[in-house]
């Protein structure tokens, strides 16, 4: 039986914040006489673009304020506050998988105290851009799913779509309000060595990773509350209000019940699971809480059953629904995908989204921004070669080394090549891998991806970095937070960012420049 809202981390919440408070007095108590700069960020130069000294909208404002800080303050210093922080993560639960490590798979995420800023003016366009391409890929599926114009007009194939794994069938005809059928998108976004902004790729069946993005704000407040408090950042707090609002909004009924499905508390994301859940003040479920009768989907509650009228799930397709998907999912409602064919429950993001997100999908992005919306794209794609295609095929096998390939329907970082760090012999196996299924594969070039500093063992050092916005999107608006989660490779020379593969995170300020 399920107890409605109940906050089951409130013991570890009061702990972790306690601790944090206790360290930001022992460092910020610390008398340190006012250095003067010694141009860090200078001795940081490199052939990258540095987001902190490469951007010139900062370079009297923000940056300033963080290198004066940097300079103030020991190694050891900085290091005691990035143990806080791992502290806090750690009270809080808060965990990432590593798979196929020996000693264990379950790691605190790696947090950087020196967060990465970013001027207003840039993160409009990043927000423009994310907003533009999101209304594209929500009128796509709905096309795919109904007249399928594009693929009629051959601008993106029609077999690669109709045979896609992610493809649902189930979805043909069922029309969705506003055609919204990623309500919540992650996109991920990269700058290259001139500053200029791509995006990497689209994530829209189950994006993660907002969880991190709040409390690394909790963190920055509290472990640096002077410098928080000298620039005017913008505000992120208020993500799972308007989360619920657009849920919501996405609903058939006014004042709808809403909950959160989950896998269960053995799931990589379990934190992120419960921590919205608790923050929108809606309840966490996992199957055995849901069931349905008369096509109509009900939780139990300690005062009895209970109409369910969204869905926010974290999910996977396959695994929704028993009756519909696979028989052996114990993680589904038996007759849920009924009830949603009928309109008795939204379920976010809606099933067969995934089609969209794929890789082998992605470089059609901004044909889909032509050919919907009639407008030029606000952010670029990298270019990206199918190995599908026989001429890509021929481009990719040449140039190996000095690529980037990906499988088509990969995540999380695994199965990825990067030619310029790969061996002869990783190089050789990758070959034979692309060759016995080219169409799984797809690669790009190997990009600059821009720095930020970033706290070593040795020091402060450039890293490698990007950005995950998150879009919300209802049948009356599209939402962006200023900020989104930044993604740091905490090693040397490392392009690869995602936390299952070492890679942490930073805070991420949208600055005002003109008014800090």
């Known amino acids: 039986m ?4 109940q906050d089951t981390n409130s013991i570890d919440t009061i702990t972790s914040d306690h601790l944090l408070e206790r360290v930001q007095v022992s460092v910020t108590d ?4 006012q250095q003067k700069s010694s141009v860090l960020f200078e001795q940081l130069k490199s052939e990258f673009f540095n987001e902190l000294s490469g951007e010139q909208s900062l370079a009297d404002s923000a940056a300033q304020k963080i290198e004066q800080w940097l300079t103030q303050h020991s190694l050891e210093e900085l290091t005691a506050l990035n143990d806080a922080a791992k502290a806090h993560f750690l009270y809080q639960g808060i965990t990432f998988t590593v798979y196929g490590d020996q000693e264990g798979t379950e790691r605190t995420i790696p947090f950087d105290i020196i967060p990465r800023v970013m001027a207003r003016q840039q993160w409009n366009t990043v927000a423009l851009g994310c907003a533009q391409r999101t209304r594209a ?7 795919i799913y109904h ?16 045979t896609h794994e992610a493809y649902q069938p189930h979805m043909l005809g069922h029309g969705l309000k506003g ?83 989950t896998p269960g508390r053995y799931n990589s994301a379990y934190y992120e699971h419960a921590f919205l859940a608790r923050e929108m003040g809606v309840s966490l479920v996992t199957s055995s809480d849901l069931f349905v009768l008369n096509d109509k989907v009900y939780v139990k509650t300690v005062r009895g059953k209970q109409q369910v009228d969204v869905i926010y799930r974290r999910v996977d397709d396959a695994f929704l629904d028993p009756l519909c998907f696979r028989p052996d999912s114990t993680l ?26 794929d890789k082998s999908i992605y470089p059609y992005v901004d044909k889909m921004i032509h050919f919907y919306l009639g407008e030029q794209p606000i952010l670029n794609n990298v270019p990206t070669y199918q190995c599908r295609e026989a001429d890509d095929l021929a481009y990719v096998l040449e140039h190996l080394e000095q690529l980037v390939v990906k499988e088509a329907q990969g995540s999380g970082g695994y199965g990825m090549l990067i030619g310029p760090q790969a061996s002869e ?29 970033t706290l070593t063992e040795q020091g402060i050092a450039e890293r490698h970095i990007d950005l995950r916005p998150f879009v919300l999107s209802s049948p009356y608006r599209t939402e962006i937070v200023p900020g989104g989660l930044t993604r740091v490779a905490m090693q040397a020379g490392s392009l690869v960012v995602n936390s299952s593969q070492g890679g942490g995170i930073k805070d991420t300020w949208v600055v005002d420049p003109l008014h800090s």
Do not use: C, W
């Open 147 to 162: 007249q399928q114009d594009i693929l009629k007009a051959g601008i993106v194939p029609e077999l690669q779509v109709l």
């Open 30 to 33: 610390i008398s340190l006489p």
């Open 332 to 357: 589904g409602v038996p007759g849920l995908m009924s009830a949603y064919l009928q309109h008795h429950v939204v379920i976010a993001n809606a099933p067969g989204t995934g089609v969209a997100d």
């Open 179 to 261: 055609k919204v059928y990623s309500q919540i998108s992650g996109i991920d976004i990269i700058r290259d060595q001139h500053g200029e902004f791509f995006v990497l790729e689209d994530n829209l069946r189950t994006p993660s990773g907002v969880s991190y993005m709040l409390e690394s704000r909790k963190i920055s407040q509290q472990l640096i509350p002077e410098l928080y408090q000298q620039n005017n950042i913008q505000g992120i707090e208020h993500y799972p209000q308007l989360l619920k609002e657009i849920l919501a909004e996405n609903a058939y009924v006014d004042q709808p019940f809403i909950v959160v499905l």
């Open 425 to 453: 012999e990783q190089l050789a196996e990758f070959k034979m891998k692309i060759l016995a299924a080219p169409q799984a594969y797809i690669a790009q070039p190997t990009l600059n991806l821009s720095v930020s500093p």
């Open 137 to 143: 890929l929500n009128l796509f599926l709905h096309d």
């Open 2 to 5: 399920l107890k409605e809202n």
